[in-house]
């Protein structure tokens, strides 16, 4: 079991955009744990509370487990992906974990 | 409760029971069958009040469950004891039936979804969360928000431990968990701390648990006005300057 120094990148989305990025995260730096939740959100400016719905909204929680010397360009990287950078986009923050398994895709042989 | 369709198949059951072997129920579905449709009335909606209650209040569900079932239970161990009492036990669970039906059940779900959706509850920032009974998770955001913390990330969990250590008894220990996620400023995080930890009654044994964890880094919009006001020099006397 290798035990390698990674960090948790955890997004807080919109509900509806955390999908696309865990594909993305997949497909271009090979994360198998990526972890997708569904929540709630509470503050003093939502989307809908023009509407009197309230101060609640649909969140998605996005959490990968990445490693140390990618963490940075992960961030970013998940950050432009997902345009946190406009009005109610979300919010994501990283910290280092003090151990962590890292998941490798065994080498099968290809079937003849 | 007249257009609740098991109101009308009841009404039918009615004609065809026999009166001489089943006096009280034929009674009750011919005689009185309005006033049982009133009582049945009263109870849904005795019922109702009681769930928004509980909803407003966080209140937790296993107490009325308890408190009514087992009396309801206990009654119809009593009735089957009785020759004539026992022909209505029948009668009686299947008006309970009527909260399932197509006019109530519409009706008491958006009740209740409108319900908990009114009344439901420079340095490096650090994140506390919070995992906590059901009940307590208003209260807990809200004094949050008072200290000064801008918003709360929710999401349910189930929690184990305890309760399986325990066997029968554990059923008293709630199961489902909610938590929380709150980004704090490090001058901020004790006075959080300690209004969520207050708030939430986590000194309580069973309330839940909460820690405190460093980040590296955050990122999020930041509207520009703020950002150029942040950028500003601070214009003034300074503790410390003698000029």
């Known amino acids: 079991m290798e035990l390698a120094a990674q960090k948790l990148i955890t997004c807080i989305f919109p509900k509806g955009i955390a999908l696309d990025v865990a594909k993305k995260l997949k497909e271009n730096y090979d994360l198998m744990s990526v972890d997708i939740k569904s929540a709630r959100g509470i503050g003093k400016v939502t989307p809908l509370g023009y509407r009197g719905i309230g101060s609640q909204s649909e969140k998605e929680i996005l959490t990968a487990i990445v490693p140390e010397e990618l963490s940075n360009e992960i961030f970013d990287y998940i950050y432009h992906e997902a345009d946190v950078n406009r009005p109610h986009g979300g919010l994501m923050y990283i910290y280092p974990l003090i151990s962590a398994t890292r998941y490798i895709v065994p080498d099968l042989p290809e079937e003849e | ?243």
């Open chain 2, 1 to 243: 409760m007249f257009a609740e369709p098991a109101i009308g198949a009841l009404k039918t059951a009615g004609s065809i029971v026999d009166v001489n072997q089943a006096p009280y129920l034929y009674t009750l579905l011919n005689d009185w069958a309005d006033v049982m449709v009133l009582v049945i009335g009263i109870g849904v909606g005795f019922a109702a009040v009681l769930g928004t209650i509980r909803f407003i209040y966080g209140w937790n569900l296993k107490p009325f469950v308890y408190l009514t079932l087992l009396p309801t239970l206990a009654l119809t161990g009593w009735l089957s004891t009785h020759p004539e009492l026992s022909k209505i036990i029948g009668l009686a669970w299947d008006c309970g039936a009527v909260t399932t039906g197509p006019v109530t059940v519409p009706l008491v779900l958006s009740l209740g979804i409108g319900i908990v959706a009114s009344a439901g509850k420079g340095n490096s920032s650090l994140s506390g969360f919070g995992i906590v009974m059901l009940a307590s998770l208003d209260d807990i955001i809200k004094a949050a928000q008072e200290i000064g913390a801008q918003g709360a990330t929710i999401y349910y969990a189930r929690g184990g431990g305890v309760r399986e250590r325990l066997g029968v008894l554990g059923l008293a220990i709630e199961v489902e968990k909610e938590v929380i996620s709150i980004i704090v400023a490090t001058n901020q995080i004790d006075r959080v701390f300690e209004k969520m930890f207050i708030a939430g009654k986590l000194d309580t044994p069973g309330m839940g648990i909460m820690y405190v964890t460093h980040l590296d880094k955050v990122a999020t919009y930041i509207p520009q006005e703020i950002v150029d006001k942040l950028a500003k020099p601070i214009v003034g006397n300074v503790a410390g300057n003698t000029g």
